[in-house]
């Protein structure tokens, strides 16, 4: 199709739908200016679509001739079929669907004629006799239907289906309706998230709430969403994440404590990126980032069983196994497996990592790597060459003290922290530490970040004073992690947009 007969095609389907408009809004008027209530609100069904399809799915249709089984049901017409004195329609609840069939006799001569004038994506309320059909379906003979909401709106597959993806992420109430892929994809979300709340209280895990404004953002390097807070006459800032006050708790007493919440950075959209998006941290007194790798290992597994039935996944039709022990490689390891030209010898060079990394387009004379040191360079190299060939679960340990500032450093490696992140498929799912607590280390490495900031970095950490307060009053030892549920959530359901398992994703203003 060419670009004229594309916008002749948009042109003519946004004309059909004006007239639809306008006929359906007169069908709804003719209900106005009937006896009945155009909207009432007296509707209770006592069944569902799904539920009753798996109770009677052994049911023969003697069986239901027996039991004369009453049903009640209500949701929205997705077909019709008229054949003369019988009528049959398909019925879409929140479970699933239902054929429901009709003739004067059942319902009326009245009430038969007029669902002939009922249109697709009409709300209606059905009361039957449950039988199955000659082919062995399971319906509904209809002795009571009535519309309780008319939908003015025609459904997009009437016309083009929903095959542009803003569309689907734009009017998801219509995605919804019409593609049920969308809806398992959220009721796995659902499904995932129950089981995850349920393994950490098994664990002893308390859930807990803390802000989502923040009067000084931190717990990440992210540039922030700011507002104003008109009472208090002070700028504060949607939380980039929730570390430092759930960290707050463990000072309190709780020992473990987790939150499962939005999170909020003022980035770019990408498929991996969505400015609003999910996080569950938790924290465990007394553990160190092995056991928090251990235990992180257990979680996803257990939430991808419960999900899916399953700990091995299809991801883009490759194989993802998370039954397996995770790997785990430190940043140097990770990068040799992975382009082993480079040599060992380069990594301990600031000099030839940059020469490296400027060969590869990387600009490494702007911030953050401007003034960056070995570290920084060697993990911008690993986020080069080898973070998106990182398939199967695998823990990249051992980061840099310069870019990890609120993780504990090795004691007998004090240039690296006792961090990890964990990637699969190319794609980082957690990143956790062994937490510090040294409340003048600390101190010494926000005020590094201050410095980073003021020389150009926009992501580079503020100095939480009142936090470095907390810490003098005494945090213990702990480890702690925030998996991405995104993310997680893409692995589960093989969706290749972060979109895609977001209900309502962040959009461009319609116009």
């Known amino acids: 199709m060419t670009d004229k007969q594309s916008v002749s095609s948009a042109v003519e389907s946004e004309v059909d739908e004006s007239q639809i408009l306008v006929e359906r809004r007169q069908k709804l008027a003719a209900i106005r200016a009937g006896a009945s209530p155009a909207f009432p609100n007296d509707v209770f069904p006592s069944h569902r679509a799904e539920p009753l399809h798996k109770r009677y799915e052994t049911h023969t249709r003697e069986d239901l001739e027996r039991e004369s089984v009453d049903v009640s049901l209500a949701g ?37 004629d007029a669902v002939k004038h009922w249109d697709l994506g009409d709300i209606i309320a059905a009361q039957g006799t449950l039988f199955k059909t000659m082919k062995g379906e399971l319906s509904v003979r209809c002795h009571s239907l009535r519309m309780v909401t008319k939908s003015l709106r025609p459904l997009p597959d009437k016309f083009h289906g929903l095959h542009d993806t803003e569309t689907r992420y734009r009017q998801r109430y219509v995605d919804l309706i019409v593609n049920a892929d969308s809806r398992r994809v959220f009721l796995a979300r659902s499904q995932a998230l129950t089981a995850l709340r349920s393994f ?5 895990f308390l859930e807990v709430e803390t802000p989502m404004l923040h009067p000084i953002p931190g717990g990440a390097a992210a540039k922030p969403f700011v507002t104003h807070h008109n009472a208090l006459h002070q700028d504060m800032y949607l939380r980039i994440a929730p570390e430092l006050y759930l960290k707050r708790l463990l000072v309190g007493g709780f020992d473990r404590v987790y939150e499962v919440n939005r999170n909020f ?16 941290e938790f924290y465990a007194a007394y553990t160190d980032y092995r056991w928090i790798m251990d235990f992180t290992e257990q979680i996803l597994r257990h939430v991808a069983v419960a999900s899916t039935g399953s700990a091995t996944l299809s991801v883009q039709g490759q194989t993802l196994d998370l039954a397996r022990p995770f790997e785990r490689l430190t940043i140097s390891e990770a990068i040799l497996r992975h382009a082993p030209e480079i040599g060992e010898e380069s990594l301990h060079s600031i000099e030839a990592l940059r020469a490296i990394l400027a060969a590869r387009g990387v600009a490494v004379e702007k911030p953050p790597l401007a ?18 060939k990182l398939w199967n679960p695998t823990f990249i340990v051992d980061y840099p003290v310069e870019v990890s500032p609120l993780a504990r450093a090795s004691d007998a490696h004090p240039e690296i922290t006792e961090r990890f992140e964990l990637f699969m498929t190319g794609r980082e799912i957690a990143n956790g530490f062994s937490e510090l607590n040294d409340p003048e280390d600390q101190a010494a490495r926000f005020r590094a970040q201050v410095m980073a900031k003021e020389s150009g970095d926009e992501e ?29 959530m893409m692995l589960l359901t093989d969706s290749p947009s972060i979109r895609d398992v977001i209900i309502f994703p962040a959009l461009r203003r319609e116009d």
């Not at 960056?372 to 993990?379: I, K, Y």
């Open 76 to 112: 929205r017409i997705m077909l019709k079929r008229i054949q003369g004195k019988a009528s049959f329609v398909t019925l879409q609840d929140a479970s699933g669907r239902i054929q429901l069939y009709l003739n004067d006799e059942g319902v009326g001569e009245a009430v038969h």
């Open 200 to 204: 950490m209280t098994e664990h002893g």
């Open 265 to 280: 950075r003022n980035e770019g959209l990408s498929p991996r990126h969505n400015p609003e998006f999910t996080m569950m």
């Open 371 to 388: 003034q960056a040191g070995l570290g920084a360079l060697q993990l911008a190299l690993f986020e080069e060459v080898a973070e998106s």
């Open 460 to 488: 580079a950490m503020f100095f939480d004073a009142d936090y470095i307060r907390a810490l003098e009053v005494g945090m213990p030892p702990a480890g702690g992690c925030g998996i991405g549920i995104d993310r997680l």
